[in-house]
Structures are given as C-alpha cells and as structure tokens.
C-alpha cells in the first residue's frame, strides 16, 4: 500500500523560506517521476515542479522559477522543495504527487499529466 506523508509547511512572512518534505513507502521510489502540486482556496490545482527518477530533468512552474528547488533522495524515498524568497501568491496546500511507474514526463506535458496525489497535503501560509 502506497502511503505518502508530507510536512514542513507552516505560517512565513513574505520574503521568508521553508523546506517541504514527502516521505513515500510502498514502491519502489526511484520508478517513479515525482511533482510538487498546490491548491489554494477557491482555485484549481496547479503543478510547482517535477523531477525525474534520478534527478536528470526538472521542471518548474513559471512563477516559481529562481525561488523553488526540487529535490529527491532515493536512499530515503524522499521528495523535497525548498520554496525561498516566499510570496503571497504560495499560500496554498500542498501536496506530493507520483507519477505514473517508469513513465517519462516533459516540460510540455507534467502539469496536465496523470500524477496521483496520495497524501493529505501541507499547508503553506506567506503572510505578514
């Protein structure tokens, strides 16, 4: 059974940073393209950033880019995103997402792309 815990989101104030980590157990971590998706309220889900089985290729939303850094190690089966520089705009749930096992994702096509949110989520709040 697949389980998926995320944590480190919390209350910052705009400018500050925080570090989000997934723990995933129940497969084999390393088959599988990972993402970083968020919801705010009132809003659809929208995807942060996707990484490849080994790191190789990454991929960041726009509004995100040079602030958010995607990380994973596989000897833990762990995701990580470290979000700096934090804006209001971040404030959102926010949830670690597998891909499909062995499927290769692209710039063009992760966001839109069948990654299956399987945790609870971890709230971000960037307010003064």
């Known amino acids: 059974q697949v389980q998926v815990v995320e944590s480190g989101g919390g209350l910052v104030q705009p400018g500050g940073s925080l570090r989000l980590s997934c723990m995933v157990s129940?497969?084999?971590?390393?088959?599988?393209?990972m993402a970083w998706f968020r919801q705010a309220p009132g809003k659809e889900r929208e995807g942060v950033s996707c990484?490849?089985?080994?790191?190789?290729?990454?991929y960041y939303r726009d509004s995100v880019k040079g602030r958010f850094v995607i990380s994973r190690d596989n000897g833990k089966n762990t995701l990580y995103l470290q979000m700096n520089n934090l804006e209001p705009e971040d404030t959102a749930t926010y949830y670690c997402?597998?891909?499909?096992?062995?499927?290769?994702?692209?710039?063009?096509?992760?966001?839109?792309?069948?990654?299956?949110?399987r945790g609870k989520g971890t709230q971000v709040t960037v307010s003064s």
């Open positions: 997402a597998v891909g499909r096992r062995l499927r290769a994702y692209m710039e063009f096509d992760w966001m839109e792309g069948d990654f299956s949110i």
């Open positions: 129940g497969l084999t971590f390393d088959d599988y393209y």
């Open positions: 990484i490849s089985w080994s790191s190789e290729s990454i």
